[in-house]
């Protein structure tokens, strides 16, 4: 069996979260197909953002494994809003 470091393994549940955040995101506000991938990207990039910030700052509050769920998941719904808001309603 391969196994994986502790490291990577957050960075695939990061990247999973992330997208779950990016796809429901769509499914709610819906929108053309090129409209999925900037929400992706800016779950992502939100997320990373988020994790770094909880890193930083040592923020305790509701961790898994080296992953900070509270501060990389505000980081990445802040992001999909704030995408949201600069693109637009145009369809």
Do not use: C, T
């Not at 779950?20 to 800016?42: K, S, T």
């Not at 994790?51 to 923020?59: A, K």
């Not at 990445?76 to 369809?91: E, I, M, R």
């Amino acid at each position: 069996m391969i196994s994986i470091p502790g490291s990577a393994s957050g960075l695939v549940l990061g990247l999973l979260l992330a997208s779950i955040y990016g796809a429901a995101f769509h499914f709610v506000f819906g929108g053309p197909i090129r409209r999925i991938i900037a929400y992706l990207m800016a779950a992502w990039i939100g997320f990373f953002i988020g994790q770094f910030i909880g890193d930083f700052l040592n923020f305790e509050l509701l961790k898994l494994g080296k992953i900070h769920l509270v501060s990389a998941s505000v980081g990445a719904w802040l992001a999909l809003l704030a995408v949201w808001w600069l693109v637009g309603q145009d369809s």
